[in-house]
């Protein structure tokens, strides 16, 4: 195995003074609500998150409009936000043509995504890990080559709603990897909100022998209530970038058994009391959550379920091979 990278060694990590929010509810959460919401709407929101001083912000998905149909309008999402300086807008990219559609509308901030375990990759993506490795090459490549910002999800890497617990060894190795194809940011996911603190520990101090801190994003589900106690247990190991989503909205459409994403109120407010600073105005945050939980009560129940959650948890997978 690779040497440690870390001059510091995470026990003794300092905790951070600020923090960098990645703000996913336009995509992780409304990607999830059953909700087809138009595109005014859409910007409306992101447009008051920005307000309230959330400065990156994932605003949408260039992924199959059949496979995430309530992001079918990524083009036009993109292409009607007005510029304002310090925001940072980004999509989340599945392959070329989700590239190729991202470079079109101009975002200069891609994710691409992948799992640590193989029956999730599959549900989500049609891939396996190695595969969806393969499939990102040329995309962050030419990514890279444009000059754009490219950020990398490993979803499932505490559980997995197929396969149960997750060892940290594949999370390490695919981190690796994602950073060796010019991944700038990883994002480590409890995408069904079943880890628990000795989860986060366990994990992230073997990671972040290896991997740069700077680098290193959480991004937790509130399943079971305890994703501010994960975030408290990250900040110890010196971790400073936190994905959560305004109004604890979303999800994972594959994934059965996730509920919402950590909501970014919880966290700035928590954060706060933590003498720790987001930047962010907790009133007006408060505004773009109540505005968008209003449009998904008056939206709700207009639209069936989208397809693929029929067959989850019928499906029986090979174990993940380890990287
Ligand atoms: N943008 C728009 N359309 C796309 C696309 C993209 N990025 N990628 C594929 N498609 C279209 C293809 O053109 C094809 O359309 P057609 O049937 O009209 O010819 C169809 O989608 C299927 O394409 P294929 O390449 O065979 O992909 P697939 O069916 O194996 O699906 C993914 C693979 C990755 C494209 C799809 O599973 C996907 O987008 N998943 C996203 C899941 C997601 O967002 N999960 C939440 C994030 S955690
Ligand atoms: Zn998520």
């Known amino acids: 195995m690779d040497t440690p990278v870390n001059a510091v060694e995470p026990v003794k990590a300092v905790k951070p003074k600020t923090v960098k929010i990645v703000e996913v509810g336009p995509r992780d959460g409304l990607q999830n609500e059953k909700a087809l919401i ?43 936000l007005p510029v304002r300086p310090g925001v940072h807008y980004s999509a989340l990219v599945p392959n070329i043509k989700g590239l190729e559609r991202a470079l079109e509308s101009g975002i200069r901030e891609i994710a691409v995504f992948t799992a640590a375990s193989n029956s999730f990759t599959q549900n989500n993506i049609n891939m396996t890990i190695e595969e969806s ?10 990514a890279r080559r444009e000059g754009l910002f490219v950020r990398g999800y490993i979803s499932t890497a505490f559980y997995c709603p197929f396969e149960g ?26 995408t069904i909100g079943q880890a628990v603190p000795k989860d986060v520990h366990t994990t992230m101090t073997h990671l972040l022998q290896y991997l740069p801190l700077a680098q290193v994003a959480m991004h937790f589900h509130d399943t079971n209530g305890m994703a501010i106690e994960n975030v408290k247990t990250s ?31 919880a966290l700035v407010h928590f954060l706060h009391q933590q003498g720790i600073q987001t930047g962010v105005d907790e009133a007006r945050l408060a505004e773009a959550s109540a505005l968008i939980r209003q449009v998904i009560q008056q939206t709700d129940g207009l639209v069936e379920d989208i397809g693929n959650l029929e067959y989850l948890g019928q499906v029986t997978y090979p174990p993940s091979s380890p990287l």
């Open 38 to 80: 138009d595109t005014a709407t859409k910007c409306q929101f992101i447009e008051k998150l920005s307000d309230a001083g959330l400065k990156f912000i994932e605003v949408t998905s260039f992924v199959s409009p059949k496979a995430v149909p309530q992001l079918s309008d990524a083009l036009d999402v993109v292409k009607s």
């Open 235 to 265: 900040l110890d190991l010196g971790i400073s970038i936190f994905d959560s989503s305004a109004g604890g909205l979303g999800g994972c459409p594959y994934a059965p058994g996730a509920s919402g994403n950590l909501s970014t109120d």
């Open 133 to 142: 490795l393969a499939a990102f090459t040329p995309v962050v490549e030419r």
């Open 165 to 190: 617990k997750i060892e940290k060894e594949p999370v390490l190795a695919i981190s690796q990897r994602l950073l060796d194809l010019g991944v700038q940011e990883i994002s480590i996911g409890d």
